[in-house]
T-cell receptor
């Protein structure tokens, strides 16, 4: 079983739609959680950290469920510019290692 | 200017050649990392360094070596390149003072080994 699992998608949604991505992680001792965004052939960019109480940044809302080892990202009012791959990332291990999911691809169309 | 830079951005080489990829950062972070990314896979950690005198192997260090020349510079070498090392390579940094340990990535080096 992979340490971080995501649905690869693609999720094809119209502009203005709300879309949600889920991610599960296997190590219950994981310490920090993130969503990164990666455009084709570019570097991953930190979208947001995920806090235990959940957090919101504009149109983006992240939730963490430690009991179920589950992380989610909700994007409201999707824009064309939101088209990208979204990486679920978990900090695990005694040496602060980031574990990356393979990503969920989002395509927003007019 | 970018906070994390990588050179070269693209490189094509032949099997058996020695290749060095370089990473520099102006973020003032003490921790630096090298990852590779293959299509459809998550990033895999090759090596990491928590300060100039600290070097650690990651998941896939075989065939690679690193050098931390200064706090701001971290180089990755392929001693004898082979075709399955064709991938996108990213350098990243993080700040020991960040309680969440987020990492920040350079633009990547696309390496092709023929």
């Amino acid at each position: 079983r992979k340490e971080v699992e995501q649905d690869p998608g693609p999720f094809n949604v119209p502009e203005g739609a709300t879309v949600a991505f889920n991610c599960t992680y296997s190590n219950s001792a994981s310490q920090s959680f993130f969503w990164y965004r990666q455009d084709c052939r570019k570097e991953p960019k930190l979208l947001m950290s995920v806090y235990s109480s959940g957090n919101e940044d504009g149109r983006f809302t992240a939730q963490l469920n430690r009991a179920s080892q589950y992380i989610s990202l909700l994007i409201r009012d999707s824009k064309l510019s939101d088209s990208a791959t979204y990486l679920c990332v978990v900090l695990s291990g005694g040496y602060n290692k980031l574990i990356f999911g393979a990503g969920t691809r989002l395509a927003v169309h007019p | 200017d970018a906070d994390v830079t990588q050179t070269p951005r693209n490189r094509i080489t032949k099997t058996g050649k020695r290749i060095m990829l370089e990473c520099s950062q102006t973020k003032g972070h003490d921790r630096m990392y090298w990852y590779r990314q293959d299509p459809g896979l998550g990033l895999q950690l090759i090596y990491y360094s928590f300060d100039v005198k600290d070097i650690n192997k990651g998941e896939i260090s075989d065939g690679y070596s690193v050098s931390r020349q200064a706090q701001a510079k971290f180089s990755l070498s392929l001693e004898s390149a082979i075709p399955n090392q064709t991938a996108l390579y990213f350098c990243a940094t993080s700040d020991v003072r960040d309680p969440y340990k987020a990492q920040y990535f350079g633009p990547g080096t696309r390496l092709t080994v023929l």
